[in-house]
């Protein structure tokens, strides 16, 4: 989860009054540079101790599930370093986690579990997680996880600063650049407008038809329709990035999938896993998705 900044939600005025005393206080503090992490705490450590209850492998745990759960533990400790600091910084963070549109009643409840734990075992380590991790192997294969930490204060200081930074603006000088502004809509029509989406599409294979036939139509053998699904991702810049995400939440499709023909979720596969959809389902990214429509998408 990216640290907040300013400038890409409305504000109300009570919240800039929040903002503005966040800032003085920091800037009344004389933090200085950021300091390194000289504790000899190890953060990887304590994260997995966080997420160990709650894995579901007992062995060898499929990396997809690490990747979700370290995701979650991070969101969660992050909130409750942000909990100790300021309520506003809290609801704000915990608002932006929630706009995402990623978290489903199961993360809801698998957050606010972590979050709990954290602060019931862990609430005297109030450094603030960095998005980025990374799992390697050791030499015996066994998977090692590399968390970045960083003191609140600095971590504080560093978003902030950079949100505004980032909220500047300068208009062009440049008579071109304007110039093809104002005639943007002299272009051709086949030059669509691209959404801020990338997209997934999810096609059925012989498994997902043989759970079907065997639900509801066991003396038709399995076809397989040429009908897919699409659904519309988080914008990423590459395919690689995108089939990143498709991993970490893989789950939802696959529910959203066996919803639509069976809401008894007795009925599902009871070990989903990332190999399973695989095996269920053919994948295709796309990292460019163009809308012809002159009329705002609506979720139902």
């Not at 390194?36 to 990396?63: A, C, D, H």
């Not at 599409?201 to 399995?222: G, S």
Request: one cysteine or more; glycine letters at 6%.
């Amino acid at each position: 989860m990216k640290p907040i900044k300013g400038g890409k939600h409305p504000v109300q005025k009570n919240e800039v009054d929040e903002m503005l005393k966040l800032m003085a206080d920091m800037l009344n503090g004389g933090m200085g540079k950021p300091k390194p992490n000289t504790t000899g705490i190890s953060y990887s450590s304590l994260i997995l101790q966080l997420i160990k209850p709650y894995q579901q492998s007992t062995e060898n745990m499929p990396v997809e599930e690490l990747e979700y759960l370290l995701d979650m533990g991070m969101t969660a400790w992050n909130l409750s370093v942000y909990k100790q600091q300021s309520d506003f910084l809290y609801q704000s963070y915990l608002q932006a986690v929630n706009s995402t549109g990623l978290m489903d009643k199961a993360g809801e409840k698998l957050l606010k579990q972590l979050e709990a734990d954290k602060e019931k075992l862990f609430g005297q380590y109030n450094d603030m997680l960095l998005e980025d991790f990374e799992i390697t192997e050791d030499a015996n294969g066994r998977s090692v996880i590399n968390i970045i930490s960083k003191p609140v204060d600095n971590f504080l200081q560093e978003s902030l600063m950079g949100g505004l930074a980032g909220d500047t603006f300068e208009p062009s000088d440049d008579k071109e650049d304007n110039f093809m502004e104002e005639e943007d809509d002299e272009l051709p029509p086949y030059v669509l407008p691209v959404i801020n989406r990338n997209v997934v599409i999810i096609k059925p294979r012989a498994p997902f038809m043989d759970w079907l036939r065997k639900m509801y139509f066991p003396e038709e053998p399995p076809q397989l329709s040429g009908e897919s699904t699409v659904y519309l991702l988080p914008e990423y810049e590459t395919v690689k990035e995108t089939e990143k995400y498709v991993k970490k939440n893989f789950d939802r499709i696959f529910g959203s999938e066996l919803w639509s023909w069976d809401t008894e979720e007795k009925n599902w596969p009871a070990k989903r896993n990332y190999k399973l959809f695989t095996e269920w389902f053919d994948i295709k990214f796309s990292c460019m998705a163009y809308d012809m429509a002159n009329y705002p998408v609506i979720k139902d």
